[in-house]
């Protein structure tokens, strides 16, 4: 089992940036894609951006597609969420997640470890 912790959440004005770090310990390995879904007020859990084990294959959200950035270094088991151009709307608690899937997916069923979550709050 794979552990995930994320940080770098917090309050930002609508234009800001945020980055997002997960960090991953346990039965990590470099062969899993990771995601990084977001749950808002009132709202399901949804699809924000995955990457694939060696970090050259990425996809996003459409209504993120051009502000957010996934990366990840395997070194140091970390994925990162570079978060541009906040908009009020992605408010939300933001969560990464590994796939168990060889596949890139934006399923939430196709992850089977989460982390706990860190609040994003973005201000008009």
């Known amino acids: 089992q794979v552990q995930l912790v994320e940080s770098g959440g917090g309050l930002v004005q609508a234009g800001g940036s945020l980055t997002l770090s997960c960090a991953a310990s346990?039965?990590?390995?470099?062969?899993?894609?990771m995601g990084w879904f977001r749950q808002g007020p009132g709202k399901e859990r949804e699809f924000v951006a995955v990457?694939?084990?060696?970090?050259?294959?990425?996809t996003y959200a459409d209504s993120v597609k051009g502000r957010f950035t996934i990366s990840r270094v395997n070194a140091r088991n970390t994925v990162y969420l570079q978060m541009n151009s906040l908009k009020p709307e992605d408010t939300a608690i933001y969560y990464c997640?590994?796939?168990?899937?060889?596949?890139?997916?934006?399923?939430?069923?196709?992850?089977?470890?989460w982390g706990q979550g860190t609040q994003v709050t973005v201000s008009s």
């Open positions: 997640a590994q796939s168990v899937r060889a596949r890139l997916t934006s399923t939430p069923a196709d992850f089977g470890s």
């Open positions: 346990g039965r990590t390995g470099t062969t899993y894609a």
């Open positions: 990457i694939n084990w060696s970090g050259s294959i990425t």
